[in-house]
């Protein structure tokens, strides 16, 4: 059974200003030297006129992770995120798997200004993991760390966006 995953982000700057940082290779890097956790890489970045894709590897030290996803891994979690963004009405889909865990999080994200100032970001989307007995207690748990992940990645592109203003 999957666990439907609903998370908004907010930013004191326009859509069309996260968008630039959100598909920009330096911010990224950058995004993940600081969040991205052990051997966290960028993995892959294409960009055309009306698109940028992007895969992303995160890593999380065992010792950080809950016993029930210790034991189901055996060792640290590797997190494969990729992302592909539209530059019209600023969307974007983002597939994440975890290596050593059956199952993955699909989702669509959506980047919209608020009326008065700023936007909002919005991930819609479900985890599934296929372990019996503990998939719905992972899929709980990821989609708590999901959410947590993107209020860190928002404060963090609001300081970034800041920093070039």
């Not at 980047?111 to 100032?117: F, H, I, R, T």
């Amino acid at each position: 059974m999957a666990r439907r995953i609903e998370h908004l982000t907010t930013s004191r700057w326009p859509a069309s200003d996260v968008y630039a940082a959100l598909v920009d290779e330096t911010y990224l890097r950058d995004r993940l030297d600081v969040l991205g956790g052990s051997d966290a890489a960028l993995v892959a970045f294409t960009r055309t006129d009306a698109t940028t894709s992007y895969q992303l590897k995160q890593g999380v030290p065992a010792d950080k992770l809950p016993s029930v996803a210790r034991g189901v891994l055996g060792g640290d979690l590797v997190i494969d995120r990729a992302e592909s963004w539209t530059e019209a009405g600023h969307t974007g889909t983002v597939e994440v798997t975890l290596n050593g865990v059956p199952g993955r999080l699909d989702g669509t994200i959506t980047l919209a200004d608020v009326a008065g100032n700023g936007s909002e970001l919005t991930l819609v989307g479900q985890v599934k993991v296929g372990i019996p007995l503990i998939g719905g207690k992972l899929e709980s748990l990821i989609a708590e760390q999901v959410a947590l992940l993107l209020d860190k990645e928002a404060e963090f592109t609001t300081e970034w966006l800041a920093r070039r203003a």
